[in-house]
């Protein structure tokens, strides 16, 4: 298990240098695929942002998502079936209003397909981050987060939480992307 950590650690500090429209190949490095006999389940959330449509909200540091990847290892309580699309919707990324991190919020669709059916199932998110640390690397400035509410958890409601290994914010002005490790014991 602490194998596993220092391995999620380690490559979420040489992600950093990887170039944010490459994104999609991150995926396929990060999470490792376990099967329902390890008990630990694994997920990689990965959005990029676009400023707010309202110029008002915009100017205060409000974003939406542009562009989001959600990955869960295999036999996964949320895709069971590893046959998944992943989609939000009135997602928001924007500054805490109570000291210096912020909150992401909104809707995750599931998407599956079983017997030629599309199924969809919707779960809600809300997660506070605080700053823990910064670096500034070729001009870029990268932010670690540490979860401040739900003891570290990303939750989706009803009834998923992941705890919070690691979180991290490549800070642009115009396209920032946050990328949230997690992990929970299969039950």
Request: charged share 20%; proline share 3%.
């Amino acid at each position: 298990m602490i194998m596993l950590r220092l391995k999620l650690v380690i490559l979420s500090v040489s992600l950093v240098s990887i170039i944010i429209p490459y994104f999609r190949t991150i995926y396929s490095l990060d999470v490792q695929q376990n099967s329902s006999d390890s008990g630990l389940e694994q997920m990689v959330l990965k959005a990029e942002f676009k400023p707010d449509e309202n110029q008002f909200l915009a100017e205060d540091g409000y974003y939406q998502v542009q562009k989001i990847g959600f990955i869960v290892s295999n036999s996964s309580e949320i895709c069971p079936l590893n046959n998944c699309k992943y989609s939000v919707q009135n997602t928001q990324f924007r500054p805490n209003s109570v000291g210096e991190g912020y909150v992401f919020e909104g809707r995750l669709t599931v998407i599956a397909v079983e017997d030629g059916v599309e199924k969809s199932e919707f779960y809600y998110f809300n997660v506070g981050f605080d700053k823990t640390s910064e670096e500034e690397r070729n001009g870029t400035t990268i932010q670690f987060l540490e979860a401040t509410f739900g003891l570290g958890t990303f939750s989706l409601i009803p009834r998923i939480d992941y705890n919070i290994i690691n979180a991290t914010l490549l800070l642009d002005k115009n396209n920032p992307s946050l990328t949230i490790y997690g992990e929970r014991l299969h039950h």
